[in-house]
T-cell receptor
Framework: QKEVEQDPGPLSVPEGAIVSLNCTYSNSAFQYFMWYRQYSRKGPELLMYTYSSGNKEDGRFTAQVDKSSKYISLFIRDSQPSDSATYLCAFPIYNQGGKLIFGQGTELSVKP | DVKVTQSSRYLVKRTGEKVFLECVQDMDHENMFWYRQDPGLGLRLIYFSYDVKMKEKGDIPEGYSVSREKKERFSLILESASTNQTSMYLC??????????FGPGTRLLVL
């Protein structure tokens, strides 16, 4: 079983739709939960991170964590064509310098 | 604003060549990382460094070495490039407890 599972997509939605992106993980030691956005041919950029179960909101983006189910989600409201990118969930591991364990990434396309 | 820069955006090299990829960060971060990103495999850690001259192997160090002579600079070296090292290479530096900042990446093609 992979440590992190993320559906690679691609996911195509119309502009204005609500997007739901998800990851499941198996390692109970994960304590921080992060979402990166990666535009084509660019490096990943940190979108959001959260520590605890529950929701964290930042503008049109909401990160949701359910530690008991080992499941995290990223919701994008009122999606825009500029949101078209690959979204990666990531989990830091502290006994290896804080390296990140990444999901495979979900490719999202928002059509005008 | 944190800035992580990588020396090249695109590189084409021949099999057997020695390849140097350089990364510089401007935030005085202690921890720096090299990942490679491949379709279907995601990002995988090659090496990381937690201080000057200190380095640790990541998950896929074979065929690579690193150098950290100054805090701001972390170099990845492919001793003898092979075609299976064709990939996107991403450097990152870590500030605070969690946050890793990535450079723009270097797309390396080994012929």
């Amino acid at each position: 079983q992979k440590e992190v599972e993320q559906d690679p997509g691609p996911l195509s939605v119309p502009e204005g739709a609500i997007v739901s992106l998800n990851c499941t993980y198996s390692n109970s030691a994960f304590q921080y939960f992060m979402w990166y956005r990666q535009y084509s041919r660019k490096g990943p950029e940190l979108l959001m991170y959260t520590y605890s179960s529950g929701n964290k909101e930042d503008g049109r983006f909401t990160a949701q964590v359910d530690k008991s189910s080992k499941y995290i989600s990223l919701f994008i409201r009122d999606s825009q064509p500029s949101d078209s990118a690959t979204y990666l969930c990531a989990f830091p591991i502290y006994n290896q310098g804080g390296k990140l364990i990444f999901g495979q990434g979900t490719e999202l396309s928002v059509k005008p | 604003d944190v800035k992580v820069t990588q020396s090249s955006r695109y590189l084409v090299k021949r099999t057997g060549e020695k390849v140097f990829l350089e990364c510089v960060q401007d935030m005085d971060h202690e921890n720096m990382f090299w990942y490679r990103q491949d379709p279907g495999l995601g990002l995988r850690l090659i090496y990381f460094s937690y201080d000057v001259k200190m380095k640790e192997k990541g998950d896929i160090p074979e065929g690579y070495s690193v150098s950290r002579e100054k805090k701001e600079r972390f170099s990845l070296i492919l001793e003898s490039a092979s075609t299976n090292q064709t990939s996107m290479y991403l450097c990152a530096s870590r500030g605070g407890v969690t946050t890793q900042y990535f450079g723009p990446g270097t797309r390396l093609l080994v012929l």
